[in-house]
T-cell receptor, first 115, second 112 residues
Framework: DGGITQSPKYLFRKEGQNVTLSCEQN?????MYWYRQDPGQGLRLIYY???????QKGDIAEGYSVSREKKESFPLTVTSAQKNPTAFYLC??????????????FGDGTRLSIL | DAKTTQPTSMDCAEGRAANLPCNHS???????VYWYRQIHSQGPQYIIH???NNETNEMASLIITEDRKSSTLILPHATLRDTAVYYC?????????????FGDGTTLTVKP
């Protein structure tokens, strides 16, 4: 089945360590996104990418980095510069047809915790 | 992107219609209204979207006022599995790969 796969589902990190969250999609979507969700709150956009080898900062990009070397993959690195990384991270994708009214499809998220 | 305002929480009896309101008074002419829902600890699920006209699909109906300043998502026969957080967002057409701003949403609790 087509969809978005995020791994791992749960991730633990020691303070001062970088950690990379995986996001893979087989929907042939051009655009991909990373969101952060804190308990009881909505989603905040971290980074997004419209095409391979290109990405833009969202509202809360500080302390995060991304790459988009392949269309189907958009990994997110949470760096040691992110002072409060404990959160639920969601990856999404959508078609980019030039007529931008396509819904986003979401993965089931990765829950990151600091040890 | 325009900001949306939703009630924090709502209850609905099982089998009854659930009507979830959303205000988007600053919406511009090229912004679509989208609805998603999120069941606990899962990724959001797309429900429906519209621009001006009312829309219906197998999951729900979307009613958009004539001035487009508000909308209502209708779940015609709510079930216990419809208990979730419902997000109303507006998104600019044809720009920025459709990045969306998700607010805090409405927590819908369907009760037996």
């Amino acid at each position: 089945d087509g969809g978005i796969t995020q791994s791992p589902k749960y991730l633990f990190r020691k303070e001062g360590q970088n950690v990379t969250l995986s996001c893979e999609q087989n929907l042939n979507h051009d655009a991909m996104y990373w969101y952060r969700q804190d308990p009881g709150q909505g989603l905040r956009l971290i980074y997004y990418s419209q095409i391979v080898n290109d990405f833009q900062k969202g509202d809360i990009a500080e302390g995060y980095s991304v790459s988009r070397e392949k269309k189907e993959s958009f990994p997110l690195t949470v760096t040691s510069a992110q002072k409060n990384p404990t959160a639920f991270y969601l990856c999404a994708s959508s078609p980019w047809t030039g007529v931008d009214n396509q819904p986003q499809h979401f993965g089931d998220g990765t829950r990151l915790s600091i040890l | 992107d325009a900001k949306t305002t939703q009630p924090t929480s709502m209850d609905c009896a099982e089998g009854r219609a659930a009507n979830l309101p959303c205000n988007h008074s600053t919406i511009s002419g090229n912004e679509y209204v989208y609805w998603y829902r999120q069941i606990h600890s899962q990724g959001p699920q797309y429900i429906i979207h519209g621009l001006k006209n009312n829309e219906t699909n197998e999951m729900a109906s979307l009613i958009i006022t004539e001035d487009r300043k508000s909308s209502t998502l209708i779940l015609p026969h709510a079930t216990l599995r419809d208990t979730a957080v419902y997000y109303c967002i507006v998104r600019v057409h044809n720009t920025n790969a459709g990045k969306s701003t998700f607010g805090d949403g409405t927590t819908l609790t369907v009760k037996p």
